[in-house]
């Protein structure tokens, strides 16, 4: 009896105690601290992809391929916004949050779907920006945090929604905005800057969690002085993308965040000689102080918009007889990188093509460096034909891994190529800038083929691919989730379903239509010993563009309606 | 007058309007204070030069020699409509892909836009393009509530 009381006294002192799931409403809160997001409760879900690690992994079971076919809609919530809902739910100890388009955040009590606040943030009039959308918030402390499109770092009282501060990141009339959630570790807050296509030069920057003070701030295209500098001719340094468009995974251990960058500015090598560091890479920055500690690039002297902004997954696996701290990545240039972490560097171990792609003649065994078809390199006047396409076998919509399995689940896309020809524009600062305009980017699709969206299973150890899912119908738009109950959850596809496969054989088991289409990755959660699923459905941004494109193509239809709901599932006793 | 790059503050002219487009994006000049309305881009517009005759005649009443003028913000999110789909002749919306057929008052022939381009009047005033009248619909584009 006494260590029970002694335990839950040294439970309360930490945070740790459960709150009831009205918690919020009550005035309660728990706090998120620095362990709990290290070791996240099963019961929640703390960040984006569930760990630091960037898994999309959620060891609750309770849902399984034996009772998966009872999952049924406990509430749903409309958001009442429209256009693409990228983010997650967010799950702390029965409080809910999701952010919408347009830099709304709400919170809901999430097991009875009753609404508790709202903040909407007031864009300026003369804002715009290509992508409107928001991958997710952060939680820290009793904050909620959110990078807002008009490029803020807003803090907010998670009780209340009622702003606690704000700090200007950039200027967003120079193209700046703001499309990630923040990733906060040891007192840091960080984001990064979306905008390569109003070419714009790229950075991760953190603030105190608590002050909102700048703390540090890292460009992703080294300036004069800086090592990889000399991989820019002239000035095209100064707007040379490599936006940061999602967010960072994390290793505690190493003290090492990793994030993706995007593609060069403009979008024509030919405009910008040489390698273009650290464009299209993985970078390694360090939590405490941003001091890069390591890269890997993807594609020199990027020309095919294959942006490479999804970070990596943080994966230790076997080869060759040994444990490998690693990185995992299934980049958009269609091959899945397996890479190697330390605190001083990022090295290559292996590169599978996992859609068809007709750009790499071969890759380095021992750098990962690429060697390119000539011909398959748009230029400056100079058309090429490429596969695929520039939204590339997976764009920003995140796989996810199962420990428990060794298995890596990606949202793939195949069978589709682009073609493009550069042309030198004037630059203006705030406007389109890649050398293109959107009308004249071609689209293909293989009118032969069998299907075009995938979800794919392979086994990180060998890497060898399990099984492999395939829409005829559809692209594959959606983030994963996997679960320790052995399924894999994801929607994606234009018919609005909502599905579970088992993630041993990729058998279908069940699916749901919902509102719109999904393009949120899912997330798991448990309240008073109950497992849910949710997920926010609202189609929009470029699975849009990309689906009235092959309606022309195919003729699949073009309306996918949009506007956002919130869907909470668990399975009816 | 352009509105940015090397003739930036220049008055556009007829004859920098190539026939059948693309637009010309630029800010109006107030004539009598010669102040440049750049203040917000909100006021940009969009000059397109066609033949009168390939003109709806309702937009053929408010163009001046063929040239018609619309608000350069699209009514979807407020983006600029800085592209042009060369093909169907075409305003193109950089950020969602809506176009709109300058030769009939701007209206939406594809994508997420809900409402045309507002148009502007504007005559010819001893060879300079000159607003004749007011926008004949909101500009701007649409927020969520």
Redesign the interface.
């Known amino acids: 009896m006494k260590t029970t009381r002694t335990l839950l006294a040294l439970a309360a002192v930490l945070g740790l105690v459960m709150l009831p799931a009205t918690a919020l409403a009550q005035g309660g809160y728990s706090p998120v601290t620095d362990q709990r997001l290290v070791k996240p409760e099963p019961e929640n879900w703390l960040q984006i992809r569930g760990n630091y690690q960037g898994w999309g992994y959620s060891p609750l079971g309770q849902v399984t391929p034996a009772n998966v076919k009872k999952l049924t809609p406990v509430w749903a919530f409309s958001t009442g916004v429209d256009s693409g809902h990228e983010a997650p739910p967010i799950v702390n100890n029965g409080v809910m949050f999701v952010v919408t388009p347009y830099s709304q955040v709400i919170a809901l009590d999430a097991k009875s779907g009753k609404f508790l606040w709202r903040y909407k943030r007031e864009l300026p009039e003369d804002f715009k920006a290509l992508h409107n959308t928001s991958r997710g918030i952060a939680l820290y402390g009793d904050k909620v945090y959110l990078a807002s499109l008009d490029c803020f770092l807003v803090a907010l009282d998670a009780k209340t929604g009622k702003v606690a501060w704000q700090k200007k990141v950039e200027d967003y009339h120079t193209g700046y905005y703001m499309t990630l959630a923040p990733l906060v570790a040891k007192g840091k807050v960080m984001v990064g800057v979306s905008g390569g296509e109003f070419g714009v030069r790229g950075f991760v920057q953190a603030f105190d969690a608590q002050s909102g003070e700048p703390a540090w701030k890292t460009y992703t295209v080294p300036g004069p002085g800086e090592p990889g500098h000399d991989t820019w001719s002239g000035d095209t340094w100064k707007r040379g993308g490599a936006s940061v468009w999602l967010t960072g995974t994390y290793d505690p251990d190493l003290g090492l965040t990793y994030w993706g960058t995007g593609n060069a500015s403009p979008w024509f090598g030919d405009q910008r000689a040489g390698d273009n560091l650290y464009t299209a890479s993985t970078v390694a920055l360090d939590a405490a102080t941003g001091a890069l500690k390591g890269h890997f690039q993807y594609q020199w002297n990027e020309s095919w918009d294959w942006d490479e902004p999804d970070a990596p997954l943080v994966v230790d696996y076997q080869k060759d007889g040994r444990t490998i701290k690693g990185l995992v990545h299934p980049a958009r240039n269609g091959y899945l990188y397996l890479l190697e972490r330390s605190r001083e560097r990022i090295g290559f171990v292996s590169a599978t093509p996992y859609v068809k792609q007709n750009v790499f003649r071969s890759v380095d065994s021992k750098t990962g460096r690429p060697d390119y078809h000539a011909e398959r390199i748009p230029k400056t006047g100079k058309r090429a034909d490429f596969c695929p396409s520039l939204w590339g076998g997976k764009d920003w919509p995140s796989a996810a891994y199962n420990p428990k399995m060794g298995r890596l689940f990606i949202p793939a896309n195949d069978n589709h190529c682009g073609f493009m020809e550069g042309k030198v524009q004037q630059y203006v600062a705030g406007q389109w800038w890649t050398g293109v305009d959107i009308p004249d980017i071609g689209f293909a699709v293989d009118k032969s083929a069998k299907y075009f969206g995938q979800i794919q299973a392979w086994d990180i150890n060998g890497v060898k691919r399990a099984w492999s899912h395939q829409f005829p119908d559809s692209m594959s738009w959606g983030g994963v989730l996997t679960t320790g109950g052995g399924l894999v959850f994801t929607g994606g596809t234009n018919d609005r379903y909502f599905r579970a496969f088992d993630a041993s054989t990729g058998k279908v088991l069940w699916q749901f239509r919902t509102n719109s289409g999904i393009i949120a990755p899912p997330a798991s959660f448990s309240v008073d010993g109950t497992q849910y699923i949710s997920v926010v459905s609202g189609w929009g941004v470029d699975p849009a563009f990309q689906q009235g494109l092959i309606s022309n193509l195919l003729g699949w239809e073009k309306d996918v309606p949009q506007g956002g709901v919130v869907w909470v599932f668990a399975v009816s006793q | 007058m352009f509105p940015?790059?090397?003739r930036e503050g220049q008055l556009i002219t007829l004859e920098d309007l190539p026939l059948g487009g693309p637009q010309q994006l630029a800010y109006p000049m107030d004539p009598r204070t010669k102040t440049v309305r750049n203040g917000?881009?909100?006021n940009l517009i969009s000059l397109i030069r066609f033949d009168p005759a390939q003109l709806t005649e309702e937009t053929r009443e408010l163009a001046a020699r063929g040239v018609v003028a619309y608000s350069a913000i699209c009514t979807h999110?407020?983006?600029?409509v800085?592209?042009?789909?060369?093909?169907a002749k075409n305003l193109?919306c950089?950020?969602?892909?809506t176009q709109f057929d300058p030769r009939d008052r701007a209206r939406v022939v594809?994508?997420?836009a809900p409402r045309r381009l507002p148009m502007l009047p504007i005559k010819l005033v001893d060879g300079v393009l000159t607003v004749a009248g007011g926008f004949t619909g909101r500009v701007?584009?649409e927020?969520?509530?």
């Open positions: 940015f790059g090397d917000s881009t909100l999110q407020g983006c600029p800085s592209m042009w789909e060369a093909h193109f950089a950020c969602h892909a594809d994508g997420p701007g584009g927020r969520p509530s």
